[in-house]
């Protein structure tokens, strides 16, 4: 991981003049993009060697890009590895929204992954109806167990774990809970799109205000289409817009988000879609749910699901760009007054 940079941001004077509390920023690398965190303290503390463990942790836990993760381990085949509480967690997640979703949401698409080239391994050549056949028999979260004793059954030894749409959440909350065990309260982490915020911001004597990203925005001068704030949750977002790939032999379009029904790489309606939830590991994983699930089934989950709350982009049958929102997350958004929606 880069060096983290830690800089002091200056104070504010907050509860009657009785304590003072200093604002910090920390930026710096992790799985396998940036991040920045905002938090106040009336303390100083060795930030850099905790994020550093945090994030070395979750990594050599769930990561499917270091070797010698516990993931690898097990999608390599060895049925020995006894996981830690982080799998176990990440792998709890995923099992209720994998319930909830009816099976739209699903780790074990990992095969499909590799195959489509959104991986850590070149695509196939060729993916004809065989190819797909053949591979979906390794696609299927009850095909998947956590045993008793930590260790992970599978009913074929080529079922490929891929937390990616939920550990990246996870390890957002892991970090906020190292903030809250040094006796932090109000902070606000941001990492790849995804954010996580605690308390207020004391500077303003505001909730956070996080920004929506426009579908087309640049990755180098990003644009937001609206804002919200939060308070005591997380945000994150899924979209198609930048992970897809074009076949150079067939001109085929194949997106990241997959249909794990159908072994499908083909859009949704559902352009983008991003979710407040209580944790950032949920919001993650609901997010991509809702990519795959499409619109009428993903206003049929809002609104079975407590506490989920989502912002979807979406092509109307005129593939014409609408906006459907839940009526909670209405209440969250920010106009340019700086006033929320209620």
């Not at 995923?94 to 739209?104: A, D, I, L």
């Amino acid at each position: 991981m880069k060096k983290l940079i830690f800089i002091f941001l200056g104070c504010v004077l907050i509860s009657c003049g009785k304590e003072e509390k200093e604002v910090f920023s920390l930026h710096g690398d992790a799985f396998g993009t940036t991040y920045s965190i905002q938090y106040y303290s009336n303390k100083l503390i060795d930030a850099e060697r905790g994020i550093d463990s945090v994030i070395h942790a979750v990594n050599k836990s769930v990561s499917t890009y270091m070797p010698n993760s516990d993931i690898s381990k097990i999608n390599q085949g060895d049925s020995t590895v006894v996981v830690d509480s982080i799998f176990k967690q990440v792998f709890r997640i995923s099992e209720t929204v994998y319930t909830n979703s009816q099976g739209y949401f699903d780790p074990t698409i990992g095969v499909l992954r590799n195959a489509y080239g959104f991986g850590d391994t070149k695509p196939l050549k060729k993916m004809d109806s065989i190819t797909l056949d053949s591979l979906m028999q390794y696609v299927g979260f009850r095909k998947v167990s956590l045993l008793k004793d930590g260790r992970v059954a599978k009913t074929h030894p080529e079922i490929y774990f891929d937390f990616n749409a939920v550990a990246k959440g996870y390890g957002i909350d892991c970090l906020g809970r190292y903030l809250e065990s040094q006796g932090i309260t109000d902070y606000l982490i941001e990492l790849g799109g995804e954010v996580l915020a605690k308390g207020s911001n004391l500077l303003k004597h505001k909730p956070w205000i996080v920004g929506i990203e426009n579908v087309d925005s640049n990755l180098s001068n990003r644009s937001y289409e609206a804002t919200i704030q939060l308070e005591n949750r997380a945000m994150a977002s899924s979209g198609n817009y930048r992970k897809f790939r074009i076949d150079s032999l067939t001109g085929k379009k194949y997106v990241h988000t997959l249909n794990p029904l159908t072994g499908s790489a083909d859009q949704s309606d559902v352009t983008s879609a991003t979710v407040v939830a209580a944790t950032c590991g949920e919001a993650d994983a609901y997010a991509t749910a809702l990519m795959a699930l499409g619109l009428e089934k993903s206003k049929l989950l809002l609104k079975e699901t407590a506490g989920i709350e989502a912002y979807l982009t979406f092509m109307d049958s005129m593939h014409k760009p609408q906006v459907y929102m839940t009526e909670n997350f209405r209440k969250l958004l920010v106009d340019s007054l700086g006033t929320n929606g209620k």
